[in-house]
């Protein structure tokens, strides 16, 4: 298996909203290089989070890279939108267009590198023909929508067939996992292939230390190994 580097992102949904500069802040002194920004419209999945004028009021105040996870079913609406509020990466979901290649040649026209999500129950079937335009498969290991779920066990296995995928086909793609990352997950899903952890309630945003600290263990636990 070919060894990617080891990227920390931390989900802003986790943050604390009354002082999100502050974690922000916090993030940078732990390492993160991240933020991952999920974006809910209230009918791909049952939640609504972060608006447009967090973002552009944010972008200003940090260097650190804005991956925008699309969780919406107006992904093509949304790529114009959100490419001009600062993101260096689109990920949106396989299973709300029917335009896949359209949609990602959208994203690399404008210059900002391309993720796509998979919900677990979604086969990594067909993958082998969208790779070789990725920059990024994010693989939810919890249902979407709602922080402090359940990790799904099976989707270490999902991680590997992707990494396989993308193995045979020469490719370079990374794999990122969002949901339930923590002590007990990072090593299983990373020695699986996964090579960007989205840390959350379990470990960056835990609340039992400072963001910047419990930032610093996650990296080194991500790292490690």
Do not use: W
């Amino acid at each position: 298996m070919k060894q990617l580097c080891t990227r920390i992102a931390a989900s802003l949904d986790c943050a604390d909203y009354l002082n999100v500069l502050g974690d922000i802040r916090s993030l940078e002194e732990g390492g993160v290089e991240m933020l991952h920004i999920d974006i809910m419209d209230g009918n791909f999945v049952p939640n609504y989070a972060i608006g447009t004028n967090l973002l552009k009021k944010l972008r200003p105040q940090t260097d650190l890279l804005f991956d925008v996870h699309l969780m919406v079913n107006n992904t093509e609406q949304a790529v114009e939108i959100f490419s001009n509020l600062g993101a260096d990466m689109i990920t949106f979901h396989l299973e709300t267009s029917s335009r896949l290649h359209h949609v990602i040649h959208s994203i690399k026209e404008k210059g900002k590198k391309v993720g796509l999500a998979l919900n677990p129950s979604t086969s990594p079937a067909g993958l082998e023909y969208l790779e070789p335009y990725l920059d990024l498969v994010l693989v939810m290991t919890v249902e979407p929508g709602f922080v402090g779920q359940k990790f799904i066990p099976e989707m270490v296995e999902k991680v590997r067939a992707i990494r396989e995928i993308i193995e045979h086909g020469g490719g370079t793609t990374e794999i990122a996992v969002d949901g339930g990352i923590g002590e007990k997950t990072v090593p299983l899903l990373k020695e699986a292939g996964a090579n960007i952890f989205v840390g959350g309630t379990s470990s960056i945003f835990s609340g039992r230390e400072s963001v910047s600290e419990a930032a610093r263990r996650f990296r080194q636990l991500c790292e490690g190994g």
